[in-house]
């Protein structure tokens, strides 16, 4: 390959590189518990589970999260929706959560 076709080569690179980079940008949760795990179900919908039954959600991509009421008090590790509406979460102490419509918010 002559020095003229690398060149062009290495600048396609760098373009096509910086399209596919990804730029992170922080945002708050609006808590100070220890949060373990996070799942968007879709791009705005997502949900994160923590420390001391903590559940939050957003339904705008992030931007803000609402807490809601778990009914328990244990370390939450895991969240996972399994489709539309049904979700589960366990936590220590043997806790299992489920939500079967994910819209009322409600975890028993």
Known sequence: ???KKLTILLILLLFVNEGYSQNWEQKTSGTLKTLNAMQFVSVNEGWIVGSNGTI??????G??????????????NQ???ISNNIGYVVG??????KTAKK????FH
């Open 63 to 76: 931007e803000s999260w609402s807490s809601h009421n778990s009914g328990v008090q244990d370390n939450l």
């Open 92 to 97: 220590d102490c043997n806790v299992i959560l």
């Open 1 to 3: 390959m002559t020095i």
């Open 103 to 106: 819209n009322t918010i409600t």
């Open 56 to 61: 939050l959600h957003s339904t705008n991509g």
């Open 79 to 81: 969240i996972d929706f």
